[in-house]
């Protein structure tokens, strides 16, 4: 593919951002540190990255005008939203440098064209995704091999946090969740062993240069992510090296420029399975900001704009504890109160980012709370007395 040669963008020139979430506006923060402007673009005008940024365009994400505005005035442009329209991205991409390209972005965001793309990769990157089949029509249902059952049913389009999940016993079960989703396009998956799960950060420059981050081992609660701990508990030295070599040939092997971020799975008999890719900075990622040299808002903002890629290293043990909503609210009822920050931040080492969310619903994003230690020992403790004082339950 023969691509446009752009040189480095220097401060203090404007990056876009496409979508006003959390993403966006810890990348403003990473970007405007480094003396950056950011624009962003985004269809509602109060929200998280939009409070952050230098200017803002209120519009949809395939709004022409108002891509052709954003394009004018950004060096480059990167999206935080991974359902971006990838169309709009190629429309950019025709005015501006775009990080991560269209046709990246569009990979990832079908889970049946990822798991084609991660069969491909497999002879370099020695990971396969789980075993799978395409339910889309009932003929599909009667030809699933026994062997895919029990499974879990995805949609191939739009799910995030466990959204658009079904676990399914039998062919009956199959039926009934595929109805249930509309007829919309479906992946069978087999359902593993999992013995816990972990996900590789990587950054790729436009020079083809990559850096990968320390693996990390998350915990999920209810679909969302619960905790991002660092180094993973469990991980062993030789299943972090075979994570991050998967991760680099899987970057490389996309062409892929800018942040992306690899979930694995490890099964019970140590087998890697990949198996899913953000094309961004990633909720497992956040630890970055307070436990490593560079982190993963400042690497993409380094990625888009071709300079030099930032030091990976981590310089302490950390564990990100995602803040939902939840914690605002005493017991079942319907009553709010602002949780007591005050008491968390006494905790030495705790670092707290809140998303400036007005409305505290329950499950929503609302911050998150990294705690770095000398020791993970310690980091443990620490997040045992931070769940105590939000009253979040904490199973061991
Ligand atoms: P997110 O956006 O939070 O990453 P998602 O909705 O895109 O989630 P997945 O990551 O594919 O969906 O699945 C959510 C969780 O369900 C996984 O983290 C894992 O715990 C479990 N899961 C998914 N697929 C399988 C599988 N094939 N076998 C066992 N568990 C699975
Ligand atoms: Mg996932």
Same mark, same amino acid.
Request: one cysteine or more; glycine letters at 8%; proline letters at 6%.
């Given at each position: 593919?023969?691509? &446009?040669?752009?040189?480095?963008?220097?401060?203090?020139?404007?990056?876009?951002?496409?979508?006003?979430?959390?993403?966006?506006?810890?990348?403003?923060?990473?970007?405007?540190?480094?003396?950056? &402007?950011?624009?962003?673009?985004?269809?509602?005008?109060?929200?998280?990255?939009? @409070?952050?940024?230098?200017?803002?365009?209120?519009?949809?994400?395939?709004?022409?005008? +108002?891509? +052709?505005?954003?394009?004018?005035?950004?060096?480059?442009?990167?999206?935080?939203?991974?359902?971006?329209? +990838?169309?709009?991205?190629?429309?950019?991409? @025709?005015?501006?440098?775009?990080?991560?390209?269209?046709?990246?972005?569009?990979?990832?965001?079908?889970?049946?064209?990822?798991?084609?793309?991660?069969?491909?990769?497999?002879?370099?990157?020695?990971?396969?995704?789980?075993?799978?089949?395409?339910?889309?029509?009932?003929?599909?249902?009667?030809?699933?091999?026994?062997?895919?059952?029990?499974? *879990?049913?995805?949609?191939?389009?739009?799910? #995030?946090?466990?959204?658009?999940?079904?676990?399914?016993?039998? /062919?009956?079960?199959?039926?009934?969740?595929?109805?249930?989703?509309?007829?919309?396009?479906?992946?069978?998956?087999?359902?593993?062993?999992?013995? #816990?799960?972990?996900?590789?950060?990587?950054? /790729?420059?436009?020079?083809?240069?990559?850096?990968?981050?320390?693996?990390?081992?998350?915990?999920?609660?209810?679909?969302?992510?619960?905790?991002?701990?660092?180094?993973?508990? =469990?991980?062993?030295?030789?299943?972090?090296?075979?994570?991050?070599?998967?991760? !680099?040939?899987?970057?490389? @092997?996309?062409? #892929?420029?800018?942040?992306?971020?690899?979930?694995?799975?490890?099964?019970?008999?140590?087998?890697?399975?990949?198996?899913?890719?953000?094309?961004?900075?990633? =909720?497992?990622?956040? #630890?970055?900001?307070?436990?490593?040299?560079?982190?993963?808002?400042?690497?993409?903002?380094?990625?888009?704009?071709?300079?030099?890629?930032?030091?990976?290293?981590? %310089?302490?043990?950390?564990?990100?504890?995602? *803040?939902?909503?939840?914690?605002?609210?005493?017991?079942?009822?319907?009553?709010? !109160?602002?949780?007591?920050?005050?008491?968390?931040?006494?905790?030495?080492?705790?670092?707290? %980012?809140?998303?400036?969310?007005?409305?505290?619903?329950?499950?929503?994003?609302?911050? %998150?709370?990294?705690?770095?230690?000398?020791?993970?020992?310690?980091?443990? +403790?620490?997040? /045992?007395?931070?769940?105590?004082?939000?009253? *979040?339950?904490?199973?061991?």
């Amino acid at each position: 593919m023969s691509e &446009k040669q752009y040189s480095p963008a220097l401060p203090p020139a404007t990056l876009g951002v496409m979508g006003g979430g959390q993403l966006g506006r810890m990348f403003a923060h990473a970007a405007q540190s480094m003396g950056f &402007k950011v624009a962003v673009l985004e269809p509602s005008s109060d929200c998280p990255a939009g @409070q952050a940024a230098d200017s803002m365009i209120v519009a949809g994400y395939d709004d022409q005008s +108002a891509l +052709a505005a954003l394009g004018a005035q950004c060096v480059a442009v990167t999206t935080e939203f991974e359902n971006v329209p +990838a169309d709009s991205l190629a429309l950019l991409a @025709q005015q501006t440098f775009v990080a991560p390209a269209a046709q990246c972005v569009s990979v990832a965001q079908d889970r049946l064209l990822e798991k084609r793309f991660f069969v491909d990769c497999a002879p370099l990157s020695g990971v396969m995704p789980a075993p799978h089949k395409t339910i889309a029509s009932t003929e599909d249902i009667d030809a699933i091999p026994d062997d895919l059952l029990p499974g *879990i049913l995805k949609t191939v389009r739009m799910g #995030y946090d466990g959204k658009g999940q079904v676990r399914v016993k039998t /062919r009956a079960d199959v039926a009934a969740a595929f109805a249930a989703m509309n007829g919309v396009t479906c992946l069978l998956e087999k359902m593993l062993p999992l013995a #816990y799960e972990v996900s590789v950060l990587t950054a /790729r420059g436009a020079d083809g240069e990559s850096v990968v981050y320390p693996i990390a081992e998350n915990v999920h609660r209810d679909g969302i992510l619960f905790t991002t701990t660092v180094p993973g508990p =469990n991980v062993s030295d030789e299943c972090a090296l075979r994570a991050q070599d998967a991760a !680099r040939s899987i970057v490389a @092997q996309l062409g #892929y420029v800018g942040v992306l971020c690899i979930e694995f799975f490890v099964l019970q008999d140590g087998t890697l399975v990949v198996n899913e890719m953000a094309p961004r900075p990633h =909720n497992s990622g956040h #630890y970055t900001i307070d436990a490593c040299v560079t982190s993963q808002f400042a690497q993409q903002v380094r990625a888009m704009a071709r300079l030099p890629l930032g030091d990976v290293r981590q %310089h302490s043990p950390a564990i990100m504890l995602n *803040i939902l909503g939840d914690v605002w609210y005493e017991g079942s009822g319907d009553a709010v !109160r602002e949780p007591d920050w005050a008491k968390v931040l006494a905790l030495p080492g705790a670092c707290l %980012h809140l998303y400036g969310k007005e409305e505290p619903r329950r499950a929503r994003k609302m911050g %998150h709370l990294t705690l770095v230690a000398p020791s993970l020992a310690e980091a443990h +403790a620490k997040l /045992r007395s931070a769940c105590a004082i939000l009253n *979040i339950g904490l199973d061991e």
